[in-house]
């Protein structure tokens, strides 16, 4: 039961009745205190190391993504990107994607980029090892319910925002307190580049929530994504709204 519920709130509702990507979705109030029984410390350590033992995990299971971006006006769907992926890692742990289905393109006012596709594959299901930790600031905010999980929530930030051809996420974590996995995740990617001059590219991403199930009883594996942001460009704003789907977790044979 503890694999469903972190999800049941928001498959519930239907998504023209969700406004803004809203972080506080879910959970319940926020009790200041520190950990009873560990050091913040303490329990960011077992975050590191429950973290790098799911994200191996990980690399043994084959799953479906659906991936499903739209741009809005107003409640009109304007356009949209949809492709759905079989994602599987060969023995050494690379990525391999099978596209078993990719409508044409027909988003306005924005076009995807690289960093839109490392938000997909890296950011949207981000997962923090030990190895990751040391590369941010986190801070502890207190303890809360998420649907009927009891979690501890951290704030998340890099700490160093301008190293070149270095991207990050920046936002808020909530951590299991039985697995010390992470649950949700809810915050955007970074760095931002916006429109000073007319020459300049901008780069801008939306705010995005990540929920995650539990998968053979043990790893918190991503489940759902969601994002409904709008970006501010010089040109105008762009409403656009993000679903991704990651089912059908399939432990692998002989790994």
């Not at 969700?18 to 960011?44: A, M």
């Not at 040109?235 to 692998?252: A, D, L, N």
Request: net charge neutral; proline share 5%.
């Amino acid at each position: 039961m503890r694999s469903r519920m972190i999800l049941l709130y928001v498959l519930l509702l239907p998504a023209g009745l969700r406004g803004q990507t809203n972080c506080e979705e879910g959970n319940g109030p926020l009790d200041l205190t520190p950990p009873k029984t560990l050091s913040v410390q303490e329990v960011i350590q077992k975050l590191g190391a429950a973290e790098a033992a799911a994200k191996e995990a990980r690399l043994h299971y084959t799953y479906k993504q659906d991936v499903l971006m739209q741009t809005l006006n107003g409640k009109d769907v304007t356009g949209e990107f949809h492709e759905v992926t079989n994602v599987s890692y060969d023995e050494k742990g690379k990525r391999k994607e099978e596209v078993t289905f990719a409508a044409q393109p027909s988003l306005r006012g924005i076009q995807l980029t690289e960093g839109d596709m490392e938000d997909i594959r890296i950011f949207m299901p981000l997962m923090l090892t030990s190895e990751d930790l040391p590369q941010y600031n986190l801070t502890y905010a207190g303890q809360q319910h998420v649907d009927d999980l009891d979690t501890y929530e951290f704030h998340l930030e890099p700490k160093r925002k301008e190293e070149k051809g270095k991207r990050y996420f920046e936002g808020r974590i909530w951590v299991d307190a039985q697995d010390f996995q992470i649950v949700k995740l809810c915050g955007k990617s970074g760095p931002e580049k916006v429109q000073v001059k007319k020459h300049d590219r901008p780069d801008l991403h939306p705010t995005f929530v990540t929920y995650r199930q539990q998968v053979d009883d043990r790893y918190w594996l991503p489940a759902y994504t969601r994002s409904d942001d709008t970006l501010r460009f010089r040109s105008g704003s762009v409403h656009v709204r993000e679903i991704i789907k990651y089912t059908g977790y399939k432990r692998t044979s002989g790994r």
